[in-house]
């Protein structure tokens, strides 16, 4: 078959790949064809009817709808003629016929499909002058997610994606002929993670979300592109404001990456912005309570306690930092010896990971060409949801899916192979010989296999990864890709020496041997699984410093407070995913108050403290960054801000990970995170705050029963803590495993290497997931 074909488009000949629908290839030319079902990640439906084009076949012309008819060599096209353009006005009088009039209050004004296409199309004016149909108007379907079925217009774009991408078939349409209409089933809200791409693909205003709703115009908003530090997938974002507040984040189509896609965390997690607990002036402890003072105070002081180059410090870093700031702090500390001074990242699962000579590293376009997809990590849809994305889009497209753990039973629906209980122990470790494995056998073996490997828990120890990772490196033509699973942790193990994770932390720093401790952007008492043992050495030290928005449970034990601005909207940078692709991170809204960027802080600091660092310019960071990279390869501002690389550039790093302890940590939980936590971004986020504050467990029915639980309520014990909890039904884990997610509140405090009693609460029915 020859590589392209040639078609007639009103009169021009255009090229065209074989078998591509007709609207795309029209696309593709610059001849805009309109339509409102039709979406280019979507399969094609042919339900709206707008995109209706002729053509001619042997029997004379022949009206079709272009999304689902494919061209054809020599085919004869005409999108212009007087028949297309009367049936466009039909289906345009037709959809009007009960779509209210109601623009001037609707959100998608502005920016709406329908509106534009009755304008460019329509007929003018119509003919119908009976009652239209009327809905309770809106209707929320979710916490976040509002629906209006007066406007709906049947296109199915929102129930296709649900059901053909993300794979939560929880919007359906009910009734028939001109009753129809979309909507959730009873009792069954549209609880999913990826609720919000269906507001944005909407072609008209029937679904809005609650944190946009009637807050701007399309014209009022200032807009730029930016890359979401949420987690490592790095999803290319439009943030939109209006009168400096950030109101709204969109996803970009970047083809290699997020394909438009986002979660809803990644897209509703904005609203602390705005909050009016925002840190804005910096603090000093005295006395146990928090007083103002100026930023220079601290530099004084501070400079006066480093002055000698024996002062210990120790860097405990967060992941939503710019590669900009890693770098920052780097240089600073290069003007202590070696052994005075040590990085650690806000990360329980932060492992030596495969980066090694011989392993080849994977993209996420890799799984569209992939044989087979092994997986053994944390669940893919709570910590990297768009890379879950892509994964079922992989297997949708011909892949075989095998995975490995208790982590990852969502994707128990879509595995052709799914070992856990009888493969995989209860400390995470394979147990079977590998190479019998039927589903190893008939798909990895000489295959092309793309691996998406981490530490499914806390506590799994390398060396379980490193025999599957061994195996499929040995019999297969592998890529893997290590599935780190907390924002910019790539930038930092790539700007910052020797990395260490929380647990190092814990055997490594006391306040014997720390004169001075950094916390930048981290609350690590608040989530991590060591929180105890972290609060306990943080407590001690005498001099802490902490870089972040809020007060909570890590800065409140700080000496001096710095008020930071955010990553998201309020500085520049770069970020680099899980691929290495290092993409623009641009700035909107100004930083409330006093607040600095992590790197204008180090920097003041460095010049306070007579420091000869090259640290006083952001350019001057992108640079140093990237120093050792060829001119053309380097993901430096000037080589980002070109459109052809906006989706970013991908470089071959050679991380800075030094952890040292690999000892036997046990837990007689499964213990993992949930995308919605405690964490404080989400507490003053209004719109999704509820949504991680709900205390649970899940365990099957057999766990259950044999825990005697039966109200829908239980209260867990340890040691003088209790937290009430709900408990979820969840036969996807095997049996005797119990998953508590250590980003909700309170479970973080206790010791998963000891008993927890779990009792029943009297109260209501069992949650199920099922």
């Known amino acids: 078959m020859s590589e392209s074909i040639k078609i007639n488009v009103n009169g021009n000949q255009i090229e065209s790949a074989p078998n591509k629908l007709l609207i795309e290839a029209c696309e593709d030319s610059g001849i805009h064809i309109p339509r409102f079902c039709w979406h280019k990640r979507l399969d094609p439906v042919g339900m709206c009817r707008m995109c209706l084009v002729e053509i001619e076949t042997p029997r004379g012309k022949m009206l079709v709808p272009s999304c689902t008819t494919e061209v054809t060599d020599e085919m004869v096209v005409d999108t212009e003629s007087e028949v297309v353009k009367k049936a466009q006005e039909g289906v345009l009088e037709f959809l009007l016929i009960n779509h209210p009039l109601d623009c001037p209050i609707c959100d998608k004004a502005g920016e709406c499909p329908l509106q534009d296409q009755t304008m460019a199309y329509g007929p003018g004016e119509s003919r119908f002058v009976e009652e239209k149909r009327h809905f309770e108007k809106p ?81 009022d908003l200032k807009s730029v592109r930016s890359t979401c530090n949420g987690c490592p997938v790095g999803c290319s974002t439009e943030l939109n404001s209006s009168q400096n507040k950030m ?31 925002r840190l804005k002036t910096p ?54 010896p070696s052994t005075n001074q040590t990085f650690y990242l806000n ?70 192979f799914y070992y856990s209980d009888d493969i995989v122990s209860e400390n995470f470790e394979i147990i079977k010989d590998i190479s019998k494995l039927k589903g190893i056998k008939e798909h990895v073996k000489d295959k092309n296999v793309t691996a998406i490997i981490g530490k499914s828990t806390p506590y799994q120890l390398d060396e379980n990864l490193d025999k599957l990772v061994s195996y499929l490196v040995e019999n297969s033509n592998s890529k893997i890709m290590n599935a780190f699973s907390s924002g910019n942790t790539f930038g930092a193990i790539n700007n910052l020496d020797n990395v260490k994770n929380l647990r190092d932390f814990t055997k490594n720093v006391s306040a014997e041997n720390t004169d001075l401790l950094f916390v930048v952007g981290s609350d690590p008492i608040g989530r991590s699984v060591f929180s105890n043992e972290i609060h306990r050495i943080i407590q001690d030290i005498d001099n802490v410093v902490c870089l972040d928005l809020f007060l909570h449970e890590t800065s409140e034990l700080g000496n001096y407070i710095i008020p930071t601005s955010s990553t998201l909207g309020e500085k520049e940078g770069t970020f680099t ?25 180090i920097s003041g600091l460095s010049n306070f403290c007579n420091f000869n660092n090259n640290i006083d310019s952001l350019d001057g960071l992108n640079e140093l960054a990237y120093q050792d990279f060829d001119d053309q390869d380097s993901p430096s501002f000037k080589n980002l801000d070109k459109p052809s690389n906006f989706d970013g550039i991908i470089n071959d790093y050679q991380p800075n990970i030094s952890t040292e302890l690999n000892e036997n940590l046990t837990s007689k939980y499964f213990v993992g995170k949930k995308l919605y936590g ?49 408990y979820v039904v969840n036969n996807k884990l095997a049996d005797g495993v119990i998953f508590i997610p250590q980003n909700r509140r309170n479970f973080n405090r206790f010791d998963f290497s000891e008993t927890i009693e779990i009792s029943p609460n009297q109260s209501k029915e069992a949650l199920n997931v099922n």
């Open 247 to 277: 109101l709204r984040i969109l996803g970009i189509d970047n083809d290699s990456v997020n394909q438009g896609w986002l979660c809803d965390k990644g897209r509703y997690n904005f609203e602390y912005l705005n909050s009016e607990f």
């Open 347 to 416: 990360d329980d699962y932060l492992y030596a990971g495969f980066f090694e000579k011989g392993i080849n590293r994977a993209t996420i376009d890799d799984l569209n060409n992939s044989e087979a997809i092994v997986i053994w990590s944390e669940d893919l849809k709570e910590n990297l949801p768009v890379l879950y994305l892509r994964v079922r889009q992989a297997v949708k497209n011909g892949a075989k899916l095998i995975v490995f753990g208790h982590s990852n039973s969502t994707l128990k629906d879509i595995a052709d």
């Open 577 to 601: 995913n899980i691929e290495f692709r290092t993409s623009r991170i641009d700035k909107l809204v100004p930083s409330p108050g006093q607040s600095l960027s992590d790197w204008e802080f």
């Open 139 to 219: 209707i929320s379907i979710s916490e976040i997610i509002l629906l209006d079925r007066e406007r709906c217009i049947l296109c199915a774009r929102c129930t296709r994606f649900s059901d053909e991408i993300s794979g939560d078939p929880l919007i359906e349409f009910i009734q028939r002929g001109n009753k129809t209409e979309v909507n959730t089933f009873p009792n069954e809200p549209f609880k999913s993670y990826f609720s919000g791409n269906t507001v944005q693909i909407c072609p008209v205003g029937a679904l809005t979300s609650t944190s946009y709703r009637f807050k701007a115009r399309p014209w």
């Open 678 to 726: 405690d964490n404080i971004t989400i507490r003053y986020s209004d719109s999704i705050s509820l949504l991680g504050a709900k205390q649970f467990i899940e365990a099957s029915e057999s766990t259950i029963e044999k825990l005697n639980l039966s109200s829908g309520e239980c209260t867990l014990k340890q040691n003088g803590h209790n937290v009430s909890a709900n």
């Open 283 to 336: 603090l000093k402890k005295l006395d146990n309570e928090f007083m103002e003072t100026s930023i220079k105070e601290i530099y004084t002081e501070l400079s006066d306690l480093i002055s000698d180059s024996n002062t210990n410090i120790n860097f405990l870093i967060g992941t939503n930092s710019t590669n900009e700031d890693y770098v920052a702090f780097n240089e600073f500390a290069k003007n202590f």
